[in-house]
Nanobody, 123 residues
Framework: QVQLVESGGGLVQAGGSLRLSCAAS????????MDWYRQAPGMQREFIAA???????NYVDSVKGRFTASRDNAKNTLYLIMNSLKPEDTGVYYC?????????????????WGQGIQVTVSS
């Protein structure tokens, strides 16, 4: 059973920084893409950043130049460094990975979500 556990959220003042982590445990054959999503109060969950298996990153326009996604394949960990935080960045942040796991027989790919972690940016 694969689990994703997020850490690093909290309360920060506008202009500050936070680093989120998302660590995987369990039996993993390979990891495809790793994504970050955010759900603001009263809003739908939205995509904000992704990093491919090759390290290519993609960001929603609202966080470009401020957020950086990175991955440590040896540690099965995804990071999101968030700089110049704004009150509108407040929300619950989720990691979402496409993972290939051993299956008897063969392999199968599935999407996994972290539990979500709160980030609050005060003005």
């Amino acid at each position: 059973q694969v689990q994703l556990v997020e850490s690093g959220g909290g309360l920060v003042q506008a202009g500050g920084s936070l680093r989120l982590s998302c660590a995987a445990s369990g039996s993993i054959f390979s990891i495809d893409h790793m994504d970050w999503y955010r759900q603001a109060p009263g809003m739908q969950r939205e995509f904000i950043a992704a990093i491919s298996s090759a390290g290519t990153t993609n960001y929603v326009d609202s966080v470009k130049g401020r957020f950086t996604a990175s991955r440590d394949n040896a540690k099965n960990t995804l990071y999101l460094i968030m700089n110049s935080l704004k009150p509108e960045d407040t929300g619950v942040y989720y990691c979402n990975w496409r993972i290939t796991i051993p299956a008897r027989p063969g392999l199968k790919s599935m999407d996994y979500w972290g539990q979500g972690i709160q980030v609050t940016v005060s003005s």
